[in-house]
């Protein structure tokens, strides 16, 4: 049945007899009782859109199942998927030149075409992703993830093929050279660009620009102190984090929940432009599989999400999923290198990217990358030089032969529950720098860290890290969210990464070391390590792991105390226990725990006489303006119209300035017996909280800004010339809800933020009960009707609800239906 028959029946029939009429339909698509029961028949994979252009995928196997997903993702997002596909084959300085910017990585253009082609360049040359694919499950793909790969190509080609390149609607693609069909390859291997994409920003300029000493004409740079070292990459790490993906969860169990068994609340942090954003789909295979939630563009499974029994997401872990070895180089031939008291040469290679001339034509750019037993050279990390001198570094990438993480989420999405969670992630270790939380009907809610985590148990790191490794393992040195970066003695091949009998791989920590919890009341993360997943439990693991017994971000403080609060009935809003009601609420009332902490004792200080008229960089700063702003911003919300929000906000950066929140002029310090609340107290008679204001203050008059100024008139995305206003703040606020405000294409946007939020409920029968908004919307293209729908639905705090049962699907009335015949 047809899109037109199924319009046609609706302008005629009453409402329940188009339902019907509807789940008869697409059941008889793809050859299935109505009733639901086990498909079969010939394959015709049936897709049936629903408000905001979700799309709602059936099939009755796993290859139709990716041809209706490849068919939808491309309707909605062929130019930023085309733009992958010409990234992972390392062909981007041949279409767009060598000096584009690009983003291998989780960060935006994060290097130019040119170093990005010759590091993907080099990976297809050696055959990386072709080796796993060849290789039996669990290390390469199932049969299941073939069919599936197998069919989005189908689909993501049938519709490229339906359209034709000059009339593909999105004018960033339309006409283009570079779009074209694609290959399974291209899609494994952008599967295994985002698997890697942790390391790719740290390191890949340095891998792709190695060169022995001499060999380049920049002046020879001096071997920096391993304290030096240290800091740089501690400090480069630290901005990466706070400019980058994080994520908020919360799973909570039975004992936590009014009139359901467990609940779970999905809070990632995405980009909100390129490869990284999400996608929102239902993929159903009836009497075998039927999940709903999203996925990174081009992966036909759900990465986070629910189906009838579990649901699941993830958060950015506390795991450097890379490690560096210092191998000491030969001084009279610096590509040789010593490894247990022997000489051993360094492995040159050639790679060569095609790469378009100023005058139009093509030319040949080769690079000589060299490498050692434990990986590639790099000369940097995050920019931080190492220097090719009298040692140099080596990267292992733990991640670079994990194509296992396709296999996972195949897994989750067919989980019954958190049991099963546990045993998918332990026998696959293909999640990559990510934590899980899920819950299920039984009521159960779960944290693990159970990923690909490099084998470097606590004795190894005593026995091998350097000096320079060592200080970034020193906790007292720590600073927030900041994975610690291994650096190990590559003079003995005994440092290197050993092999665990109980790992999936060689390399990989014994899964059955690393930190998971379940619990009856909850389970939570916001990108700190494992130790507070619930703070009646606090855990224990390796140090490659993250920290224990040190501060929590503001946003752990304020998700732990949100669970607490709410389970015990303390938060003002009526009765003890989550519902989808005010789980939803306590997320976008967007309230800043920074603000919780000093906005009082700041406000006392602005009314003192020492902050009057300050002067800063030659200017003098009437500070007491900001007084009565502050002192009327009573909520402490980062909503739209709040007032004083954007004045604090501007206020409260300048005053971390980058550093850790235990850093700052405290009365109470950190205590590791009570880390929820403390460190407290701020010493708002310190010349530091003056200073910050005053810089506020003049930011904001420089900028035309008022100083009350409402959330709504300064933080907005421009959507086909719409202004949106976003609600919510940065991570270093201590909001839930966060969006990082910055330019794209030189212009005022969100560069990453909440991305796909969704809020699940299970009862005891019944199916689940949920709301999601995907904060940027469906589609990347300017000129389809889901550009910015859900951005304004975000924007006004609202939600879908989730149509999950065929029912439900059919009774929506803006269905529309395609059959892929």
Known sequence: MGLRSIRAIRARLPVAVVVAVAVMGTMAAVGAPAGGGGAAGADKPTIRYTEYGIPHIIASDWAGLGTGYGYAVAKDNICTLADTYLMVNAQRSRYLGPDGRTSPGEHQNTTNNLNSD??????????????????????????????????????????????????????????AAWVRPITELDVYRHAHAEIIMGTADALLE??????????????????????????????????????????????????????????????????????????????????????????????????????????????????????LFDVQVDPLNPTRYLVDGAWQQMTSQQVGVDVRKADGTVGRVTRTLWATRYGPITTSVLGTPLPWVVSAHAVRDVNMDNLRALNTWFHLDQAKDVDDVVHTLESTQGVPFFNTIATDRKGNALYADIQATPNITDAHARSCLTLTG????????????????????GKRSACDWPADPNAVAPGLLDPHKQPRLIRSDFVGNANDSAWLANPAQPLSFPRVMGDTTAPRSLRTQELILTAQN????????????????????????????????????????????????????????????ACPVLAAWQDHDFTANSRGSWLFENYWVRLLGGQAIEKLPWRVPFDANDPVHTPNSLDSGNSAVRDALARAVLSLRTAGVPLNARL?????????????????????????????????????????????????????????????????????????????????LFSAGQWVTERYTENDIAASPVLEVKVLD
């Not at 989005?152 to 006409?175: H, K």
């Not at 809800?737 to 990453?752: M, Q, R, S």
Request: aromatic content about 6%; overall charge neutral.
């Open 712 to 792: 709504a008139d300064v933080q907005k995305v421009t959507r086909n010339g719409e202004k949106i206003p976003v609600h919510g703040s940065m991570s270093e606020l201590g909001v839930l809800n966060v969006v990082t405000p910055g330019l794209v294409d030189g212009k005022f946007d969100i560069t990453f933020g909440s991305s796909f939020v969704q809020q699940v409920r299970f009862t005891a029968d019944g199916p689940p009960q949920t709301s999601s908004v995907l904060a940027y919307s469906q589609s990347a293209n300017p000129n389809s009707a889901h550009y910015a729908d859900q951005t304004r």
């Open 118 to 175: 010759l590091y993907f360049q080099r990976m297809n040359d050696d055959r990386v992703v072709e080796r796993l694919i060849g290789l039996p499950a669990p290390d390469g793909p199932e049969p299941e993830v073939k069919d599936a790969i197998r069919g989005y190509v189908r689909g993501y080609n049938r519709y490229l093929a339906e359209t034709g390149v000059n009339n593909i609607s999105d004018p960033a693609c339309r006409g």
């Open 206 to 323: 340095g891998e792709v620009n190695a060169a022995p000493p001499g060999a380049s004409a920049a002046p020879a740079q001096a071997a920096p102190s391993p304290e030096e070292t240290a800091k740089r990459i501690r400090d480069a790490m630290a901005a990466g984090r706070q400019q980058g993906m994080g994520s908020n969860a919360l799973a909570v169990g039975s004992q936590g929940v009014s009139g359901g068994t467990g609940m779970l609340l999905a809070n990632p942090h995405f980009p909100w432009q390129g490869k990284n954003r999400m996608w929102q789909s239902q993929l159903t295979i009836p009497g075998k599989a039927n999940v709903s939630g999203a996925s990174l563009l081009g992966f036909p499974a759900v990465n986070i999400g629910h189906n009838d029994d579990v649901a699941w997401t993830h958060t950015v872990a506390t795991v450097a999923p890379f490690g």
């Open 470 to 489: 060592q200080l970034l393992f020193d906790q007292t040195l720590r600073l927030p969210n900041v994975p610690p970066v291994s650096v190990l003695d």
């Open 566 to 625: 709410r389970i015990n009935g303390n938060d003002g809003l009526p009765g003890r226990g989550f519902t989808p009601q005010n789980m939803r609420q306590l997320l976008f009332t967007d309230n800043s725990r920074a603000a919780d902490l000093a906005l009082n004792a700041t406000v006392a200080a602005c009314q003192g006489a020492s902050f009057g008229l300050v002067l800063v960089d030659g200017n003098l700063v009437n500070v007491s303006e």
